[in-house]
């Protein structure tokens, strides 16, 4: 048997408590939201820690402490951070020390000075003003302990600090260690010809002695017979700095490695190029020489690219009419000939024609009327005694002076 208005009313109820089941569930939900509001609402009103962005990072012995967003409240706040640098053996160390401060304040005033100090102990001052409101130094600082912390002290003078003053700073502590620079590196901007020399200028910066032994200063080549170490040079009174020089043995490249206890080494790379070879080449395809004559093979080469000149296999297609002696052509008698030779490696050739020998020079004589007691001066121009380059056998043969 069917109840159809029992079911119905089921029905009914369930949609009824289904229904106070969802508003139950969003009255929650805003309770949640309000509560959340509330609270961010009261951490806003707490106090801010002024120094929130401050960035410590301490990674053996190094550490950075960096804030953007400082505040000095008044003239007596400092600011203090943790370093944490340690030092288990105490040993000796030599800390390079870098402070940079910079200050902005709406009523112009700032601190005169600012001291860092690490565990009490002083290491730096800065000096500020409201023209210079930015100041950086570096010092070093030895310490045989543990780092601890660290402190910046402003002192405004007599003045008081009437609003909070921004402050940015930025220190960074690290085992300071040798260091090699160098002072002039030009021969790295151009290649080293072969057969030359050239230098680098060096510093090395050691913090733990006083003077900078040559003996512990290493320069290597990775292949001196390219590139070769020719002498260390110290400078007599800043004995910090020497001067490399280096040597071109043979076209290529090697690696220069500069090297000194405990510092980075230093490596370079070195260029060795030849020189360009000189084009050796005869002046003219064919030319004309005078029996009895005889001529440099050098008065008839053009030389281009350099001065250097190497005459190798000379010959002549006909010795009996051009005979070749050394370097020198000595034409025999009329006709023609082929002289071929290696200028510089290269085979090159020139036709000679040998031409009949020069007129022999004639002899005249001169008569001057000189008084006793009396000089007298007079010019005589001698035809011919300039010449070709060919003609290099022309000379004065004889000058007699006589006298009654």
Request: hydrophobic share 35%; with cysteine.
């Amino acid at each position: 048997m069917e109840y159809p208005g029992l079911c119905s009313v089921t029905a009914g109820m369930l949609i009824k408590k289904g229904g106070f089941v969802m508003c139950k569930r969003k009255i929650k939900t805003i309770e949640t939201i309000f509560f959340l509001i509330l609270f961010s609402f009261i951490v806003l009103l707490l106090p801010q820690d002024a120094h929130a962005r401050v960035r410590v990072v301490t990674k053996g012995t190094t550490s950075t402490i960096r804030d953007t967003d400082g505040v000095i409240e008044d003239e007596s706040s400092d600011i203090n951070f943790p370093i944490n640098i340690k030092n288990a053996n105490c040993q000796k160390r030599v800390y390079a020390v870098t402070v940079r401060v910079s200050f902005y304040s709406p009523k112009g005033v700032i601190p005169k000075s600012t001291t860092f100090s690490i565990d009490g102990i002083n290491v730096v001052k800065l000096s500020t003003s409201n023209y210079t409101p930015l100041a950086y130094k570096e010092t070093f600082f030895t310490y045989d302990d543990n780092i601890e912390d660290g402190y910046l002290e402003f002192d405004f003078g007599n003045k008081e600090c009437p609003v909070p003053v921004d402050c940015d700073y930025e220190v960074t502590i690290k085992q300071a260690v040798p260091e090699i620079f160098i002072t002039n590196n030009n021969y790295l901007n151009q290649s080293i010809r072969t057969g030359k020399t050239t230098s680098i200028g060096i510093e090395i910066s050691d913090p733990y002695v006083k003077t900078i032994s040559k003996s512990k200063f290493k320069v290597t080549s990775s292949n001196s017979s390219v590139l070769k170490v020719q002498s260390i040079t110290q400078d007599s009174k800043k004995r910090s700095r020497f001067t490399v020089t280096l040597k071109g043995m043979k076209a290529g490249s090697a690696k220069i490695t500069l090297s000194y206890p405990k510092a980075a080494a230093c490596k370079l790379t070195g260029k060795v190029t030849s020189p360009s070879k000189t084009v050796a080449t005869f002046r003219a395809s064919k030319t004309t020489l005078k029996v009895g004559s005889k001529v440099s093979m050098r008065s008839l080469i053009n030389l281009k690219g350099g001065t250097s000149l190497t005459i190798k296999n000379a010959k002549s297609s006909k010795p009996s009419v051009l005979a070749i002696s050394g370097n020198y052509l000595v034409p025999k008698k009329k006709g023609a000939a082929t002289v071929t030779a290696n200028l510089n490696g290269v085979n090159r050739k020139i036709t000679i024609t040998v031409s009949a020998p020069a007129a022999k020079p004639t002899v005249k004589n001169l008569t001057l009327n000189l008084k006793p007691g009396k000089t007298m001066t007079k010019t005589y121009f001698i035809q011919n005694m300039v010449q070709a380059p060919e003609k290099s056998d022309i000379s004065v043969k004889c000058l007699k002076i006589s006298w009654k």
